[in-house]
């Protein structure tokens, strides 16, 4: 595109990292999205298995999915809630949290490898037109009837 539009490099910039975690995480033989949520599971208390799909933004049936493969790699274990009987912790095991330490750090190494090459001043500016862009989405003040009228 000639000339890119806001939303073009959003989607470029996230798919570019999305691909860059995903070919770091298979050297460990996993994916982007189990460090994701390796990373939003609390390694002392646990995490509500209801609180995890709002942490991430990510949907309950993709999730679940994610959930059942990281049992099936002893990542985690699902343990009731004390607090609500009727609900579910999610806990990772040791193994899980030696791969928390691994996806933390890969983070970490994302973040300082950028704060390198890109001032403090232009990461401001980027978190404050983040912010900007998720408060419209937000309050749906992009596709409603006075914008789409104008």
């Known amino acids: 595109m000639k000339d890119k539009t806001i939303d073009y490099m959003l989607r470029t910039t996230w798919l570019a990292v999305n691909k860059m975690y995903n070919e770091e995480?298979?050297?460990?033989?996993?994916?982007?999205?189990?460090?994701?949520?390796?990373?939003?599971?609390?390694?002392?208390?646990?995490?509500?298995?209801?609180?995890?799909?709002?942490?991430?933004?990510?949907?309950?049936?993709s999730l679940s999915r994610i959930l059942k493969r990281m049992e099936e790699l002893e990542l985690i274990v699902r343990k009731p809630n004390p607090n609500d009987g009727r609900g579910v912790l999610i806990h990772l095991t040791d193994f899980g949290k030696e791969k928390r330490r691994d996806a933390k750090e890969r983070v970490l190494v994302f973040n300082e490898t950028i704060r390198e090459h890109v001032s403090d001043e232009k990461l401001k500016h980027f978190y404050e037109v983040s912010d900007t862009i998720n408060e419209l989405i937000s309050n749906k003040k992009i596709y409603n009837k006075e914008s789409i009228l104008k």
């Open 25 to 61: 995480a298979a050297k460990f033989g996993t994916t982007m999205a189990t460090g994701f949520t390796l990373l939003s599971i609390d390694p002392e208390e646990g995490t509500p298995s209801t609180s995890l799909g709002p942490i991430m933004g990510m949907e309950a049936t």
